[in-house]
Nanobody, 124 residues
Framework: QVQLAESGGDSVQAGGSLRLSCAAS????????SGWFRQVPGKEREGVAR???????TYAESVKGRFTISRDNAKNGLYLQMNSLKPEDTAMYSC??????????????????WGQGTQVTVSS
């Protein structure tokens, strides 16, 4: 059974940093497109960062230069380093994986495996 489990969410002050992790069981990140999404109650889920099977990364404009997605193939882990956090980064962050190696879409329905989410709260 495939499971994705996030960790690392916390409450921090603006300007601070957090590193989110997503451990996968029954799944191999290195062969698929995987990414991080976030959602605030009442708003649509937003793609934040993604990495394809070849290691190419793309980011939402709102996080470029502040967030970095990475992958550890040996540990089968997916990570999101978040620096210079802003109050508008407050959200539930979820990791996701697609059934394809290329990241053709930010649409949530492109990704068929999801974690439960981890809360990030940034105070001003």
């Amino acid at each position: 059974q495939v499971q994705l489990a996030e960790s690392g969410g916390d409450s921090v002050q603006a300007g601070g940093s957090l590193r989110l992790s997503c451990a996968a069981s029954g799944y191999t990140y290195s062969t698929v497109c995987s990414g991080w999404f976030r959602q605030v109650p009442g708003k649509e889920r937003e793609g934040v960062a993604r990495i394809d099977r070849d290691g190419r990364t793309t980011y939402a404009e709102s996080v470029k230069g502040r967030f970095t997605i990475s992958r550890d193939n040996a540990k089968n882990g997916l990570y999101l380093q978040m620096n210079s956090l802003k109050p508008e980064d407050t959200a539930m962050y979820s990791c996701a994986a697609a059934a394809y190696g290329e990241c053709y879409s930010w649409a949530p329905n492109y990704y068929n495996k999801w974690g439960q989410g981890t809360q990030v709260t940034v105070s001003s």
